[in-house]
């Protein structure tokens, strides 16, 4: 039996959300959340027992690159525009 959400239910959770909808708005959601409900109920139905559990879609290997030191910006470079140098580096004021 396909899963229907009512209108009540739609005022339920958009209360729930606070979200203000319209009536156009309240029946485009039912029929969504109808929709959703009845993609679940045909996942319910496969047989996935075979199925190995998975937290990815594809196998994740080594997703970021080697921390490796490489060169950068030069210190006089990166200083030059800087309005206050000190130390060395750049010289902020005092917050607050």
């Known amino acids: 039996m396909p899963a229907v959400i ?6 339920h959770v958009a209360r729930l959300a606070r979200l203000a909808l319209s009536e ?3 029946e485009t959601m039912r029929r969504e959340l109808s929709g959703i409900l009845e993609h679940v109920d ?7 027992s075979e199925v190995p559990p998975t937290t990815h879609a594809i196998p994740l290997q080594n997703v970021l690159r080697d921390d490796a ?5 030069p210190t006089e470079l990166a200083l030059r525009e800087a309005p206050e140098v000190a130390g ?6 005092r917050m607050g």
């Open 69 to 73: 030191p490489r060169p950068s910006l």
């Open 88 to 93: 060395g580096g750049f010289s902020v004021g």
């Open 6 to 11: 009512d209108a009540d239910v739609v005022r």
């Open 24 to 26: 156009d708005e309240r």
């Open 42 to 48: 045909q996942v319910r139905g496969l047989d996935l």
